[in-house]
């Protein structure tokens, strides 16, 4: 990534350097000389130099440099740049060479010149038209704290006229002056209070080995501003860990919704839910393939088609369960645990047959890549988007409870299954609907859980607990304690992980629900019905 960010930069420096007429009168040799031997310190001096020169073949001078296409011959006392086709030209003429050399040999880099490549990359563009432009020379210069650059940096301060450009290039000065041994107290203060207003890891970092160095003003200042720096990152490291916890809770309440619909309704242990979930994965790679097969311009909309296919397939097969084996077992909650979990076991043998025991691959389209910052945050956008998907299933299933017919007798057969039954209501038809649709969720959810985890037969297995947790500790039925729990659950896990680690922390949480359900045996949102309250 760096090596792609330096040749645009240096394109772009191409595209804003001096015009060819006076860039001609630009005399490189000195520039140019101390790549004539082999020492590091002669030739960061003539990158340095490269850098303030002006010259239109600076820029690819430096690409070559950073490639290993520069050599130098010391018998002709010239520096040759070779092009990527394999012709040589002189550097500082920019004349063709004829023939090489017999003692031509290459510029040498160490890990300090690639820095100084760096900063003169930097220096380069940040006189660019395109203010994101500058803005990244300006971030390479904070980075590498290249106190040659400071000249071009003082002029491209008094020229810019973008504000948010204008902060980064006084960060990046402030960089310089901070790290400079012979900067004035005035200039270090100054820079310390620059430094404290960005507040992030790498402005710790400077002001922490400043606040090392021998007592005075300047020690006490970036004591006190690294501090506030550490106590600000620690309170936003606090917010990140809630983000993280709300983005683990979204994937529990995917996971746990439509267990907690068959799991209220019908009182049936469904050990086979994580398979649901796990078909409703491999749903999106049977889309997925397809589409890159066949469809290759619709991939990017591959999840839109993946999630009703998702829900229509796992709510048919949950809909199967439920008539050919659930339904001789109501009222046996042991013979449906076993009954269950032996169908999931069939259900991974199965998917193992057809796919394979190894992970399938499950691309992300365009919208749920990368991440953004947002204050003090980092969001990845798969996240973010599986967020809003939760909410938006958990809105869907509490609008089809409230206001269908479908919902009403659900919600009937859920408080009171006999009177239920004596108004008319088919509850074996409700039953079957209902499993379909808790089904059909947990495929809707594979959707989600394919963009964050491996799509293989034992996926649903690595949910399953954490689901029968969240709808417990919310409350068994009641689609608002299971909202609740999953971010409750979310929340906590993230913030014990790093005391605890990851295993002793469901430990921790399960030993809490369990001594927090026999407090509240119902959960924090208990159904209420007579037949409940019975």
Known sequence: MRIVFSRVCLCLALLFALTPALAADIDLKPALSGFLSASFSSTEKSIEALARSGAAQAPAIIEALQDERLYYSGASGTVIVKARSGALRDAATDAPVAQAPADMKPVRLN?????????????????????????????????????????????????????????????ARASIYLAKSDATDAQKIEAIG???????????????????????????????????????????????????????????????????????????????????????AYTTFVVQEYARTKWPEM?????????????????????AIERSIIRFLYGRPLETLLATFGLSLVLQQAVRTVFGANNREVGAPGFMSGSFHLAGLEITSGRMWIIAFALSVFAALQLLLRFTSFGLRMRAVTQNRRMAASMGIDTNRIDA?????????????????????????????????????????????????????????GVANKFLEPFAGAVLGKIVLLVFIILFIQKRPRGLFALKGRAVEA
Do not use: C
């Open 111 to 171: 890990n300090r010149l690639r820095r100084a490549v760096d900063a003169a990359v930097g220096a380069l563009t940040l006189m660019s038209s395109n203010p994101a432009r500058r803005r990244e020379a300006a971030d390479a210069v904070f980075k590498s704290r290249d106190s040659a650059t400071l000249p071009t940096l003082d002029a491209a301060i008094g020229k810019e006229t973008d504000a948010a450009v204008l902060t980064v290039l006084e960060q």
């Open 194 to 280: 620059v430094l404290r207003a960005r507040g992030d890891q790498d402005s710790l970092a400077l002001l922490s080995a400043a606040a090392s160095g021998p007592d005075g003003i300047v020690r006490t200042a970036a004591q006190s501003a690294a501090s506030s720096i550490e106590t600000r990152l620690a309170l936003w490291n606090n917010v990140q860990n809630v983000w993280y916890g709300l983005s683990l809770g979204s994937v529990l309440l995917l996971a746990a919704i439509g267990l907690a619909i068959t799991f209220g309704v019908m009182g049936v242990i469904n050990m086979a839910h994580g398979e649901m979930v796990m078909l409703g």
């Open 299 to 319: 991939f990017d909309y591959s999840l839109f088609i993946a999630i009703p296919l998702a829900f229509l397939f796992t709510g048919l097969v949950g809909v």
């Open 433 to 489: 609907l209902a499993f379909g649709l808790g089904s059909g969720i947990a495929g809707m959810a594979g959707v989600a859980l394919s963009q964050i985890d491996n799509v293989s037969p034992n996926l649903g297995q690595s949910y399953i607990i954490d689901s029968f947790m969240v709808v417990v500790f919310g409350g068994v039925g009641n689609l608002w304690g299971t909202l609740l729990g999953a971010a409750t659950l």
